[in-house]
């Protein structure tokens, strides 16, 4: 005997497969959009990282470089100013003497020795009061009028070395008799030992020993 469906039941059937189709077919749907906007998804852009980066510090031991010693040149000679102390020694124990009337240390101690027959001559009469001779003349230091001055008093406005002699340029203040002057002069002292004096002039002559006349 066969079974029959009645109509109302094969309508429900064909609903409930219809409405299961219908959902099948919206899960099939989500599914699809759910994937898609996965594959769509932008990578993400890293970001900078604020933390400074450590610098890598050197272990290796630094070893200071060496600072350069200056090496001290030596002025020239030409240039100097000062007057070496044994120098300065030579010429003041030279005004001593003039300020004493020492004849002696003035033109023989304190004075390298004459080397011409004239300027031994002058050196005679000077200290002497004769020439080589033995003849009496002058002028005589500190008796004849024109080596009468007596040093009283000596400023030195001016060095320089020249060659090998201090070139010694001196402002005098001398009395003759009762009256006071200046006057200048230059003493040419030897830069080395045994820093003797060379020539004693008075400016407007060369002689050895000019100095002493006026």
């Known amino acids: 005997m066969k079974t ?3 109509p109302q039941k094969i ?3 064909i ?3 219809l ?3 219908i959902l099948l077919g919206l899960l099939v749907w989500r599914l699809s959009v759910n994937n898609a906007k996965v594959s769509v998804q932008p990578t993400p852009t890293p970001i900078a990282s604020s933390t400074p980066t450590a610098t890598p510090v050197s272990t290796a031991t630094s070893t200071p470089s ?7 040149t030596p002025t020239p000679a030409s240039t100097a100013t000062v007057l070496p102390t044994k120098v300065s020694a030579t010429v003041d124990s030279f005004y001593k003497a003039y300020l004493a009337k020492d004849s002696k240390k003035l033109l023989s101690d304190l004075m390298t020795a004459p080397q011409t027959n004239s300027e031994k001559e002058v050196q005679s009469l000077l200290w002497k009061g004769a020439d080589l001779d033995g003849i009496a003349g002058g002028p005589t230091l500190f008796v004849s009028s024109v ?6 008093k000596y400023d030195i406005t001016k060095t320089e070395l020249v060659g090998s002699n201090w070139k010694v340029t001196v402002h005098e203040t001398v009395q003759v008799a009762e009256q006071i ?12 030992d ?3 004096i060379n020539r004693y002039l008075n400016g407007q002559s060369t002689g050895k020993y000019s100095g002493f006349l006026d």
């Open 147 to 152: 080596a009468s001055a007596i040093v009283q």
């Open 4 to 6: 029959r469906f009645k």
């Open 66 to 72: 060496a600072t350069p010693v200056a090496t001290a």
């Open 181 to 192: 002057s200046g006057r200048d002069r230059i003493l040419e002292v030897q830069a080395s």
């Open 194 to 196: 045994p820093f003797l």
């Open 11 to 13: 309508s429900v059937l």
């Open 19 to 21: 409405l299961g189709a």
């Open 15 to 17: 609903l409930v497969l």
